[in-house]
């Protein structure tokens, strides 16, 4: 019975590595076709038990939004999708009335990806943060 559950676990551990790799296959080509428009400015929302979201803007010279498109989901079945309501507006000058259309995670995730692009068009570095496994595993 014992064997059952190892090869149990074991199975399930490689169908989760089997699906997280296609998802962040899928990732990797969808920014890869946001790039080819322009810059990407990407900004995220992690959750514990809430779902973690990804948000990407492709953007011109200008800082006008040219595509938008956001990954939301607890599970590695999540995958990246348009995020309609921001072509054409200038990613420095988007609103309350441009968030409110949206959920609190993709809010600040979308708040993060304009934190990140502040940070680094002055030539900053961006700070990593800690995970929930880190902080778990923390000395202090």
């Known amino acids: 019975m014992l064997w059952y ?11 989760q590595s089997i699906f997280g790799f296609l998802q962040i296959k899928h990732f990797n080509k969808k920014y890869a ?13 992690t959750g514990l038990i809430k779902s973690g979201t990804v948000v990407m803007f492709a953007i011109d010279r200008k800082n006008n939004i040219l595509k938008a498109t956001k ?9 990246v999708r348009n995020l309609k ?3 054409g507006k200038n990613l420095l000058h988007l609103g309350e009335e ?12 979308i708040e993060d990806a304009l934190n990140s692009y502040h940070v680094i068009s002055i030539g900053g ?7 929930w496994i880190d902080l778990l595993l ?3």
């Open 33 to 45: 076709e946001l790039r080819k428009l322009g810059r990407v400015a990407i900004g995220k929302k």
């Open 138 to 140: 923390s000395k202090k």
């Open 71 to 79: 990954m939301q989901g607890v599970t590695v079945l999540s995958r």
């Open 98 to 109: 441009d968030l409110y259309k949206v959920n609190k995670l993709t809010r600040l995730a």
């Open 85 to 87: 309501g921001f072509e």
């Open 5 to 15: 559950v190892v090869i149990l676990i074991g199975f399930s551990w490689l169908l």
């Open 125 to 131: 570095e961006l700070k990593v943060k800690k995970g």
